[in-house]
């Protein structure tokens, strides 16, 4: 149905249980729509469905050998919407993470004449946005492969994290883009005392990588915060944290992210769509090419994370992007209307920390406008999305202007509605 089978795995080791490249070179004998695919398979290989979600190998501590793992992945969500599209009058598709709209679009093989991006119903004083290039000792920070694993640049990472804990009061969330580089980072700021520090402020906490085990981590995470500690939480791009849940008012007065949240490049099946899509394009399929399809999954799952903060009219919150590259037009244009309208870009360190502090003390010495009690037609797993008339405030001044907004296309970007009719 448009996409292609995988095997991933390995036997017991030997050169023949080694299966090839899957489908690379079948290429020119499957099309965009064809069901058919080709891979090797060896004969000994045993086969389960335990895993099927991800595609990907996992090695078996009780068995001698790996267990292969075959999943069927569709590379092309226009089959799923196909149906929808040609039996309804209209289609209308609303949502607060479409942007960038024209990955959207093209993924599901549908044009939308009628969009609309929309700006947030909040007040423009009500959140704070700032791209910070450089941290506290000047050093540029960009959150890429070489960079990671540099133990200056994640002390760095760390004293941008302390301070804006510092001056934040409420929960504060930092996403970065695997659980391997969590575990780094903390790893680290444990050895160098940073974390002792970080916990002296707010209490800790990390999503953690059973999803069985969430639901606890977020209880805890809500007391801290609600009983005046606070909270600093530890989540990953995509996770269940940064899709699923709201976090209103105390629950996330900031929230950090840590470079552009590129999906892992060597994953079989993010190689296969690229492949996919690139071969779409050299057949005059209206599709994005790979490279471009690939940034804009690290920009969505951008705008999903910082997504968990101000989820009510009344609510207030800061917005950190951790990396230089978020100063680029390329990066810029596929954030969502709502925070790219607001952006701050920072060079000096000292200055951003102060204009955050100056944000923060402006809302928590004003008025409290209380939201109203959760409704039971609501859901939410922290406190319920609610809407209310903002309390007045004043524009906060930055040191640096924001990028002029792009020019207005022929056809207008979708942030919240897209309506087609057919």
């Not at 289609?91 to 024209?102: D, N, Q, R």
Request: hydrophobic letters at 40%; one cysteine or more; charged letters at 20%.
């Amino acid at each position: 149905v448009g996409g292609t089978a995988l095997a991933a795995g390995a036997g017991a080791g030997t050169e023949a249980a080694k299966p090839r490249r899957p489908f690379a070179g079948d290429r020119a004998s499957s099309g965009l729509s064809s069901p058919r695919g080709s891979f090797a398979v060896p004969a000994a290989a045993s086969f389960s469905s335990s895993h099927a979600d991800s595609g990907l190998a996992r090695s078996q501590a009780a068995t001698p050998h790996r267990e292969w793992v075959l999943a069927f992945v569709c590379l092309n969500p226009a089959v799923a919407f196909e149906e929808l599209k040609t039996k309804a009058r209209s289609v209308i598709v609303t949502s607060g993470t479409l942007s960038p709209l024209s990955s959207f679009a093209s993924e599901l093989n549908a044009p939308f004449p009628h969009s609309l991006e929309a700006a947030h119903v909040i007040d423009r004083a009500s959140v704070w946005v700032g791209a910070l290039a450089a941290g506290p000792h000047g050093r540029k920070l960009e959150a890429v492969y070489r960079n990671m694993g540099n133990l200056r640049f994640q002390d760095d990472v760390g004293a941008c994290v302390s301070a804006v804990c510092d001056r934040t009061p409420g929960g504060v969330l930092f996403f970065v883009s695997s659980y391997r580089v969590m575990d780094m980072l903390v790893k680290r700021w444990k050895a160098t005392g940073l974390f002792a520090s970080l916990e002296r402020v707010k209490p800790v906490f990390a999503e953690p990588h059973d999803k069985r085990e969430l639901e606890n981590v977020m209880q805890q995470y809500s007391r801290a915060v609600k009983a005046g500690r606070g909270g600093l939480f530890f989540a990953v791009f995509r996770g269940k944290v940064s899709e699923g849940l709201d976090f209103s008012d105390e629950l996330a007065r900031a929230v950090i992210t840590l470079g552009v949240p590129f999906p892992m490049m060597s994953d079989v099946t993010i190689v296969q769509k690229r492949e996919f899509n690139d071969l779409g394009v050299s057949r005059g399929k209206e599709l994005l090419s790979g490279s471009e399809w690939y940034t804009a999954q690290a920009h969505r799952a951008l705008n999903q994370a910082l997504g968990r903060c101000i989820r009510h009219r009344n609510d207030w919150g800061a917005l950190i992007l951790l990396d230089a590259r978020w100063q680029q037009a390329q990066h810029i244009r596929g954030v969502s209307k709502w925070v790219r309208e607001k952006i701050t870009h920072w060079t000096n360190f000292e200055e951003s920390m102060a204009s955050l502090e100056d944000f923060c003390n402006g809302h928590t010495n004003s008025p409290a406008v209380a939201p109203p009690a959760p409704s039971a037609a609501t859901g939410g797993h922290l406190q319920d999305c609610t809407n209310h008339l903002p309390p007045p405030c004043v524009q906060h001044p930055g040191n640096a202007t924001a990028p002029p907004p792009a020019k207005r296309a022929k056809k207008a970007s979708m942030d919240s509605v897209a309506v087609k009719h057919y």
